[in-house]
C-alpha cells in the first residue's frame, strides 16, 4: 500500500473544556473521532490509516477504529501520541511501512471534513512534483495588525488564505523534514516549508473547520443536523378520525362551532378534527390512541369538547419527556366548509397543542361515506421532540 492518513487524535481539548479528550466529544450522538474517520474510510483506493490517540485511551481508540473501518481494520494502527501535535504526528510517521509513498496528516478535530478533500489533496500530490498541497480557503474578515490595542495596519487580504487540513506530502521529504524542525511550525506545512519544500494550495471546504472552542462543537452539532434533516429524537405521529353526521347536535369542528350545520354523533362532542389531532400526538409518543386513553364510553367525557383530549395528549406527551413540534390535520368531506374559517381553526388548535397546526379540507369526489354526505373524516400528523 503506498498511500497513507495519519489522523492525529492525542490532543486534550483544553478550550473545548468538557474534561474529555476532543475525539471522545460526541458530535450530535458520534463521537468526533469516528466522524473524522468516516471519509477517510470510504476513500476508493486502499489506503492505511493510522490514528494518534492519547495514551490513556488506546483501547477506545481501537474499538472506535474497528467500528468504523469495517472490513479495512488489518490496514490501520494505532498508537500514543505525544506532548504536542508536533510529537503526535512524528509519532504517526514513525510507523508507516516504506512501501508508503504518501502520507496525507489530519487533525481529527476537523471531523466533518469531506471524502472530496482527502481525494483533492492526494491527486494533487500524485502530480505535485514533490510538493506538499494544503486545502485552503480565502481570508473573508478584513484582517488587522495591531500593536496593542492600536490597529497599525490593515493587511491585504488579497493574498492570505486560512489554511486546514488534511496536508498531503511525499512521505520521505515529510520524515526529513520533521526530523530537522523545531517546534514553532504550527501544522505540516510549516514543518516542510522551514526544510526549503515548495507547498501549495488546494480548495479547502468550509466544513473542515476544526473544532476547538464550545461554539464550534454547536456549529458541526447543526451542521450533522442538518444533514439528516432532523434533530435527535424528533418523532412523528398519525391520527385518523370519522364521525356521522347527527342533525340534533351542534356542529363543533376543529375546536369551533358551525351555527346551522349538521353536527357530528358520538360519545364526545364529535369533533373529528380534535380527536384527529389527538391520536397523532398520542402516537407520536407512543402512547396508545384517544379511546384506550381517554374511554370512548366513560361518563367523564360524555359531551366532552375537542381540547380536553387534545390538552390530554399534550399533558400525557410532557410526562414522558415530549412536546409537540408541529401538527397537520386535514379535513375529508362536504360539509361544513371550512376554507373560510381555516386561521382561525389552525389558531384554536394551535393554543391547545402548543405548537403551530396547519389545517387543510378536501371532498373526496363524491366517492365514500364522506362523499355520501354520511359523516366527516380527519387525517393529522403530529411531530414531537424531547423536551
Ligand atoms: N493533537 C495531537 N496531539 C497533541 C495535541 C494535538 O494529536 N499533543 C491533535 C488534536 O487531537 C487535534 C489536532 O491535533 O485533532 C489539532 O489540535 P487542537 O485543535 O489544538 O486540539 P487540542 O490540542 O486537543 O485542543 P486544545 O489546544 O484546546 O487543548
Ligand atoms: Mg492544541
Known amino acids: 500500500m503506498d498511500r497513507a492518513v495519519v489522523v492525529v487524535a492525542a490532543g486534550s481539548g483544553t478550550r473545548l473544556g468538557?474534561?474529555?479528550?476532543?475525539?471522545?466529544?460526541?458530535?450530535?450522538?458520534?463521537?468526533?473521532?469516528?466522524?473524522?474517520l468516516e471519509p477517510v474510510f470510504a476513500l476508493p483506493e486502499p489506503t492505511l490509516v493510522v490514528v494518534v490517540a492519547p495514551a490513556s485511551l488506546l483501547d477506545?481508540?481501537?474499538?472506535?477504529?474497528?467500528?468504523?473501518?469495517?472490513?479495512?481494520?488489518?490496514?490501520?494502527?494505532?498508537?500514543?501520541?505525544?506532548?504536542?501535535?508536533?510529537?503526535?504526528?512524528?509519532?504517526?510517521?514513525?510507523?508507516?511501512?516504506?512501501?508508503?509513498?504518501?502520507?496525507?496528516?489530519?487533525?481529527?478535530?476537523?471531523?466533518?471534513?469531506?471524502?472530496?478533500?482527502?481525494?483533492r489533496v492526494f491527486d494533487a500530490v500524485a502530480t505535485g512534483d514533490g510538493a506538499g498541497f494544503v486545502p485552503a480557503l480565502p481570508v473573508t474578515d478584513t484582517v488587522k495588525r495591531v500593536d496593542g490595542d492600536v490597529v497599525a495596519e490593515t493587511v491585504d487580504r488579497s493574498a492570505l488564505v486560512?489554511?486546514?487540513?488534511p496536508q498531503g506530502f511525499p512521505l520521505a521529504a515529510l520524515r526529513t523534514a520533521y526530523s530537522v524542525s523545531g517546534q514553532a511550525e504550527?501544522?505540516?506545512?510549516?514543518?516542510?516549508?522551514?526544510?526549503?519544500?515548495?507547498?501549495?494550495?488546494?480548495?479547502?471546504?468550509?466544513?473542515?473547520?476544526?473544532?476547538t472552542t464550545p461554539w464550534d462543537l454547536g456549529r458541526a452539532e447543526s451542521i450533522v443536523r442538518s444533514r439528516t434533516g432532523a434533530p435527535d429524537g424528533v418523532r412523528i405521529g398519525l391520527g385518523l378520525d370519522v364521525h356521522a353526521f347527527d342533525d340534533a347536535s351542534p356542529c363543533r369542528v376543529g375546536l369551533l362551532d358551525f351555527p346551522g350545520e349538521a353536527g357530528l354523533s358520538g360519545h364526545s362532542d364529535g369533533d373529528a378534527v380534535a380527536h384527529a389531532v389527538c391520536d397523532a400526538l398520542l402516537s407520536a409518543g407512543g402512547l396508545g390512541d384517544i379511546g384506550g386513553t381517554f374511554g370512548t364510553s366513560d361518563p367523564a367525557y360524555a359531551g366532552a369538547a375537542g381540547d380536553v383530549f387534545v390538552r390530554g395528549a399534550v399533558g400525557m406527551l410532557a410526562s414522558v419527556g415530549l412536546v409537540p413540534v408541529s401538527v397537520t390535520v386535514q379535513?375529508?368531506?362536504?360539509?361544513?366548509?371550512?376554507?373560510?374559517?381555516?386561521?382561525?381553526?389552525?389558531?384554536?388548535?394551535?393554543?391547545?397543542?402548543?405548537?403551530?397546526?396547519?389545517?387543510?379540507?378536501?371532498?373526496?369526489?363524491?366517492?365514500?361515506s364522506t362523499g355520501r354526505g354520511e359523516g366527516l373524516a380527519a387525517i393529522a400528523t403530529a411531530l414531537v421532540r424531547p423536551l
Open 60 to 119: 477506545a481508540c481501537h474499538e472506535v477504529v474497528a467500528s468504523v473501518a469495517g472490513a479495512a481494520a488489518a490496514y490501520t494502527a494505532v498508537v500514543p501520541g505525544g506532548a504536542d501535535r508536533h510529537a503526535s504526528v512524528e509519532a504517526g510517521l514513525a510507523v508507516l511501512p516504506d512501501s508508503v509513498t504518501t502520507v496525507l496528516v489530519h487533525d481529527a478535530a476537523r471531523c466533518l471534513t469531506p471524502a472530496a478533500q482527502f481525494t
Open 18 to 36: 468538557v474534561g474529555t479528550a476532543k475525539a471522545f466529544v460526541p458530535v450530535a450522538g458520534r463521537l468526533v473521532l469516528a466522524r473524522a
Open 331 to 368: 379535513v375529508v368531506g362536504n360539509r361544513p366548509r371550512i376554507g373560510a374559517r381555516r386561521a382561525e381553526m389552525q389558531d384554536a388548535l394551535a393554543a391547545v397543542v402548543g405548537a403551530p397546526v396547519a389545517v387543510s379540507g378536501t371532498t373526496t369526489d363524491g366517492l365514500g
Open 162 to 165: 486560512g489554511v486546514q487540513t
Open 186 to 211: 504550527t501544522d505540516d506545512a510549516g514543518v516542510f516549508a522551514a526544510a526549503g519544500g515548495t507547498v501549495r494550495v488546494v480548495p479547502g471546504d468550509a466544513d473542515a473547520f476544526k473544532i
